[in-house]
T-cell receptor, first 112, second 114 residues
Framework: DAKTTQPPSMDCAEGRAANLPCNHS???????VYWYRQIHSQGPQYIIH???NNETNEMASLIITEDRKSSTLILPHATLRDTAVYYC?????????????FGKGTHLIIQP | DTEVTQTPKHLVMGMTNKKSLKCEQH?????MYWYKQKAKKPPELMFV???????INESVPSRFSPECPNSSLLNLHLHALQPEDSALYLC?????????????FGSGTRLTVV
């Protein structure tokens, strides 16, 4: 799986959009970008994933650059409950039952 | 049912004790996982079970012994642990196709070894 680089921490004001970057410059053509988050003392939770195109669901939007070497997770209207560690993971879509590999992630703190 | 249930939520054990962590899911997932997470660190994969057979052991010490009695249940047996084994132990499940979005995690067991 390709390596990812994320800033260790970020702050965002409540009600504003939170933009979390992820660098994955060695991504392969068959690898997807996945985002999970972990709220304190809970298990990780799936947010969104994508291959080439931008994606949106009820939780977030995912913007992937045209060269696919980086991406941005957007939480459009951040709330205090969005304070969590956000993990960007790159792996083959049908990679089999081999587990997810977590990097250090970004600790997003939403300020009131 | 779309949850992974882990019991107990908290466990304190002595270094000579034997205890077990339990994980249960009823989503029909045939892959189950144990992760270990130390404070302020990302989760680290310990074991993978696929169709009730151990498929990956990430060089975990033998004092941790996993067991998958059936497709819905995963246990982690603990014996002669050390204080440095204190951590949050997370269980997860997924379909064996392994698409990265399909992982469901439990809330974990917070283990303290004294």
């Amino acid at each position: 799986d390709a390596k990812t680089t994320q800033p260790p921490s970020m702050d965002c004001a409540e009600g504003r959009a939170a933009n979390l970057p992820c660098n994955h410059s060695t991504i392969s053509g068959n690898e997807y970008v996945y985002w999970y988050r972990q709220i304190h003392s809970q298990g990780p939770q799936y947010i969104i994933h994508g291959l080439k195109n931008n994606e949106t669901n009820e939780m977030a939007s995912l913007i992937i650059t045209e060269d696919r070497k980086s991406s941005t997770l957007i939480l459009p209207h951040a709330t205090l409950r969005d304070t969590a560690v956000y993990y960007c993971i790159v792996r083959v879509g049908g990679g089999g039952a081999d587990g997810l590999t977590f990097g250090k992630g970004t600790h997003l703190i939403i300020q009131p | 049912d779309t949850e992974v249930t882990q019991t107990p939520k908290h466990l304190v054990m002595g270094m000579t004790n034997k205890k077990s962590l339990k994980c249960e899911q009823h989503m029909g997932h045939r892959a189950m996982y144990w992760y270990k997470q130390k404070a302020k660190k990302p989760p680290e994969l310990m074991f993978v079970y696929s169709y009730e057979k151990l498929s990956i052991n990430e060089s975990v010490p033998s004092r941790f012994s996993p067991e998958c009695p059936n497709s819905s249940l995963l246990n982690l047996h603990l014996h002669a642990l050390q204080p440095e084994d204190s951590a949050l132990y997370l269980c997860a499940s997924s379909r064996t196709g392994g698409a990265g979005y399909g992982y469901t995690f439990g809330s974990g067991t917070r283990l303290t070894v004294v």
